[in-house]
């Protein structure tokens, strides 16, 4: 410790042979000051004029044209997708245009193919009301053919009988007339 | 070592007009060093105007746009004639402190002469650019609008010692933050040499200091950026008073 102190005592006598040599605190040294001021105003004055007409223009401009390139590119994007949002509603108008053709053409299709079943069937009832029709004509045809074939036969049995019976012979005229009288009667 | 004696001017080279003594100093040379370090960062940072910068030049564009937002925060777009000016002062004095961060190199801010200097032209800028601004008006600074008259006597003298001992206080403040600053890290490192020297148990404890010294230097360039954005921040604020169309609060 005392080593210490002695080490110390030995620095604060340089420390004042020091302080002796600047005198004091330098900033109070007012000699110097025409000289600061005088080298400050040169350092201060080229660096005012450096900085106001070369160096804040340079960098402000960069700035500046940087600004401007970034709206412009916000300005160009905001366009496109304007464009992009017409082009959108575009493509939907016109997928419900075709959506809306497509429905009617459907609609057009349909309509005349059940016009054209509805003729066939039409065609087909008119076909099927004559092929019944003339059926039903033979199958009368063939019914009176057939009763007047019984009636035929009825007339000769009734001649045979009559001939066998009484011996005459009745002409098939007159049995005819006198089995219809009957039939008549009945 | 006596901790001031980093502050000594030297005379380097003898130069005399008009009866002052203009000598080429070791503040002349740091000054000017100072200068040349921000024009020739500044130049090589902007050279290549780049759309997407490089470090250098984002570097510089962060040093404008950081000025350039003091300037707007505080005197609006009508104080942007002044940013040149702040621009300067706030690269210089940054430049000086940053200089003085060395060892062994001359700290030009750490002399009131100095400071003296750039806040009295702050100063003379103001009262100048506000009487040719509004002339008369310009003393309505010191009576603020709707104050009652009787009042004046006693808001005038307080305004107007408020108005003048604006250059001193920042003067006087970037001079005794850099001065105090270099003068503790000598302080702290002169114990760490005489500790270490005095050898045995104190010699270990040299650490102390040592540790503080590094912790110091740390803050103090921390004070070196702080005090060039306030004098550029102060110097915005004296100048709002008069850059307005209308003078007074």
């Known amino acids: 410790m005392l080593l210490f102190l002695e080490d110390l005592n030995v620095t604060a006598e340089q420390s004042l042979a020091k302080a002796e040599f600047t005198g004091g605190m330098p900033q109070l040294d007012f000699a110097s000051y025409p000289s600061q001021i005088f080298w400050l105003a040169i350092a201060f004055g080229i660096l005012y004029v450096a900085l106001s007409r070369l160096l804040i223009p340079r960098i402000g401009g960069v700035l500046e044209e940087r600004r401007d390139r970034i709206a412009d590119d916000l300005d160009v994007a905001a366009r496109m997708k304007i464009d992009a949002d017409a082009a959108l509603v575009a493509y939907e108008k016109s997928l419900k245009d075709a959506a809306a053709r497509a429905h009617v053409i459907a609609a057009e299709n349909r309509n005349k193919i059940n016009m054209e079943i509805a003729t066939e069937i039409e065609a087909q009832d008119l076909k099927l009301a004559e092929i019944a029709a003339s059926a039903e004509a033979e ?41 219809t009288s009957v039939a008549g009667k009945n | 070592m006596d901790p001031l004696y980093q502050f000594k001017i030297e005379r380097w080279a003898e130069f005399r007009l008009f009866g002052y003594d203009l000598s080429f100093t070791n503040s002349a ?97 103001v009262v100048g650019y506000g009487l040719v601004k509004h002339g008369f008006g310009f003393f309505k600074l010191f009576a603020p609008a709707g104050l009652p008259v009787w009042m004046y006597p006693l808001i005038i003298p307080i305004e107007l010692v408020s108005f003048l001992s604006r250059p001193i206080s920042l003067a006087v403040r970037l001079f005794a933050n850099m001065m105090a600053g270099h003068a503790l890290m000598k302080v702290f490192a002169s114990f760490v040499v005489m500790m270490g020297s005095a050898g045995g148990l104190l010699a270990a404890f040299a650490i102390i200091p040592l540790l503080a010294n590094s912790a ?11 005090q060039a954005y306030v004098f550029a921040l102060l110097t915005c604020i004296y100048l709002n008073d008069i850059v307005h169309e209308h003078v007074g609060h």
């Not at chain 2, 110091?216 to 702080?226: D, N, P, R, W």
């Open chain 1, 139 to 179: 199958i009368s045809q063939a019914q009176q053919k057939a009763l007047s074939n019984v009636a035929t036969l009825a007339n000769t049995a009734v001649k045979e009988m009559i001939t066998k019976l009484t011996g005459t012979k009745l002409s098939a005229t007159d049995i005819t007339k006198a089995m």
């Open chain 2, 29 to 125: 040379f740091y000054a000017l060093a100072s200068t040349l370090l921000v024009i020739v960062f500044l130049v090589v940072a902007s050279g290549k105007r780049e759309m997407v910068p490089g470090r250098m030049q984002l570097m510089s564009e962060m040093m404008y746009e950081f000025v350039a937002e003091i300037v707007r925060s505080t005197m609006g777009q009508a104080g942007w004639k002044f940013f040149p000016l702040i621009f300067t002062i706030f690269a210089f004095v940054l430049a000086c402190n940053l200089l003085g961060m060395f060892p062994y190199f001359f700290t030009v801010t750490s002399h009131l002469a100095v400071t003296l200097a750039l806040s009295m032209m702050v100063f003379g800028i």
């Open chain 2, 216 to 226: 110091v230097i740390g803050l103090e360039f921390l004070i070196a950026f702080l």
